[in-house]
């Protein structure tokens, strides 16, 4: 059995999970609810950084990505913020959904798979 | 090639899937339909008790969860069922979202991934 | 580190993306969007073909698949389909729940982990 790692483990979920080279993090949420869905993007987006940099990975070895936004019509500014964040010619397998998320407040989920 | 081993496979899907340590499971719903959301999620997690323990593995070893609410104001009462399944400090990286379900009376749907 | 092999990279995302002997394809959607349902899922599956056979593997090697549905009243339609696509007894492990998808032609979306 190879050593599964967990950051910021609560009795619900762990903020990521990596074992075997892999980084599987929780559906990230914004930190700024009352903030527009750019502002909300790039605070998530701003929250894998951290985590993956945790893990001793970063945005250029990102393999899945699963969005979910509360209104799909955000779809056009999401990938204005997305594809600015990511390196160039390295972007994830995503899918991306609307869906309803658990504070009425947020505008996007973004659940990620990394490696080292 | 390592092997795959499939538990339960029908020509739809199989309910879990091994390779390579890594255990996927099917997203699981409940067999107690027209019970309350509490008895449907703890269905769910027996369910996923067993098909862990048929693939050599436990809840110690979740890394992933998603998770399907029919109503997303049942969440309350799903992490309730669900922090109480977990081990301690062993939760893993997880997102719910809402979504409508195949069957209407299912209030609840959960795929996990777990590790050997 | 092993190597990430990405097919047609984009600045938003990668068709599929490869590490250590795992595939993972985009949320793939049809290239027919006003087909009915049946073709618009034959349509999908195809290109799972061909982004698996790029990757050096095929049907009877998934892992794990998600399935979007506009409307989840074409699950019939869709298992249809699906299931006689499925090499026998192959089946992944699967989840499937209804969405609003980017594009309101979109009646499906599908994304899978395979391995090689």
Same mark, same amino acid.
């Given at each position: 059995?190879? #050593?599964?790692?967990?950051?910021?483990?609560?009795? &619900?979920?762990?903020?990521?999970?990596?074992?075997?080279?892999? &980084?599987?993090?929780?559906?990230?949420?914004?930190?700024?609810?009352?903030?527009?869905? #750019?502002?909300? &993007?790039?605070?998530?987006?701003?929250?894998?950084?951290?985590?993956?940099?945790?893990?001793?990975?970063?945005?250029?070895?990102?393999?899945?990505?699963?969005?979910?936004?509360?209104?799909?019509?955000? #779809?056009?500014?999401?990938?204005?913020?997305?594809?600015?964040?990511?390196?160039?010619?390295?972007?994830?397998?995503?899918?991306?959904?609307?869906?309803?998320?658990?504070?009425?407040?947020?505008? &996007?989920?973004?659940?990620?798979?990394?490696?080292?």
């Amino acid at each position: 059995m190879s #050593r599964i790692l967990r950051t910021e483990p609560s009795q &619900v979920f762990s903020k990521a999970v990596e074992y075997h080279g892999f &980084v599987y993090t929780q559906g990230l949420v914004p930190t700024n609810p009352d903030a527009d869905i #750019r502002a909300q &993007v790039a605070n998530v987006l701003g929250q894998i950084d951290e985590v993956l940099e945790l893990h001793g990975t970063d945005t250029t070895r990102l393999l899945q990505a699963q969005i979910w936004l509360a209104d799909i019509s955000d #779809r056009a500014a999401l990938n204005e913020i997305w594809s600015a964040w990511l390196p160039e010619g390295q972007a994830p397998a995503r899918a991306l959904v609307q869906a309803v998320l658990a504070d009425p407040r947020w505008r &996007v989920e973004i659940m990620v798979t990394a490696c080292k």
